[in-house]
């Protein structure tokens, strides 16, 4: 089945600082990913939604200049969280779509990256 | 944009014990209906998945039911194990195939052995 890799599982960065986290579809190509962020005993919250070769689309109240997403390729996803703060610390998932799973859906999730701003 | 609602937020069953979680969600656009397991400190699983043009889908020990008309959809876990335990997501996602999915707030099932 499909498979989304997600790195690194952890990170621990000095505030002030900038993080990337990188998510990988190994088996099939995404034209779409999702970048969500959980915290604690909460539920998933959509940040912002890529499409290779476009810019990423982002919610209401995500800050497109603090969290930059590139999609360059169709296998590739980018977070980097710049100018990291203790209050940015969060469980980050990405997700992408294997168009190619029957023409139907298939979201696949990422193992997630726990972000920790010291 | 849709809206998903999930309850109970934490269940505890014995082992062997059937567990239900229900959730509901607003747009009646909506076509597609997953449910996820989290255990601590991964991403989500699916576990399984039904679309609206069916009512009900099993796979071996859990189920899922769709009722479109009153726009919710269950999950069913039956002879529950303690391995069972984990947080459980129900998610809806409307048509085109590239919008994300929105998330129910999650049940912490917690099964006694």
């Known amino acids: 089945g499909a498979v989304v890799s997600q790195h690194p599982s952890r990170v621990i960065c000095k505030s002030g600082t900038s993080v990337k986290i990188e998510c990988r579809s190994l088996?099939?190509?995404?034209?779409?990913m999702f970048w969500y962020r959980q915290f604690p005993k909460q539920s998933l919250m959509l940040m912002a939604t890529?499409?290779?070769?476009?810019?990423?689309?982002?919610e209401q109240g995500v800050e497109k200049d603090k969290f930059l997403i590139n999609h360059a390729s169709l296998t590739l996803s980018t977070l980097t969280v710049t100018s990291a703060h203790p209050e940015d610390s969060s469980f980050y998932i990405c997700?992408?779509?294997?168009?190619?799973f029957g023409g139907g859906y298939g979201y696949t999730f990422g193992s997630g990256t726990r972000l920790t701003v010291v | 944009g849709e809206n998903v609602e999930q309850h109970p937020s934490t269940l505890s069953v014995q082992e062997g014990d059937s567990a239900v979680i229900k959730c509901t969600y607003s747009?009646?656009?909506?076509?597609?209906f997953p449910w996820y397991k989290q255990e601590l400190g991964k991403g989500p699983q699916l576990i399984i998945d039904?679309?609206?043009?069916?009512g009900e889908k099993k796979d071996q020990r859990i189920a899922v039911t769709l009722n479109k008309t009153a726009k919710h959809f269950s999950l069913h876990i039956t002879e529950t194990q303690p391995e069972d335990s984990a947080v459980y997501f129900c998610?809806?996602?409307?048509?085109?195939?590239?919008?994300?999915?929105?998330f129910g707030s999650g049940t912490r099932l917690q099964v006694q052995p």
């Open positions: 890529s499409n290779e070769g476009s810019k990423a689309t982002y």
């Open positions: 998610a809806a996602t409307p048509p085109p195939g590239r919008r994300a999915l929105t």
């Open positions: 088996d099939f190509q995404a034209t779409t």
């Open positions: 997700s992408a779509r294997d168009l190619g």
């Open positions: 039904i679309r609206s043009n069916v």
């Open positions: 747009d009646s656009a909506s076509n597609y």
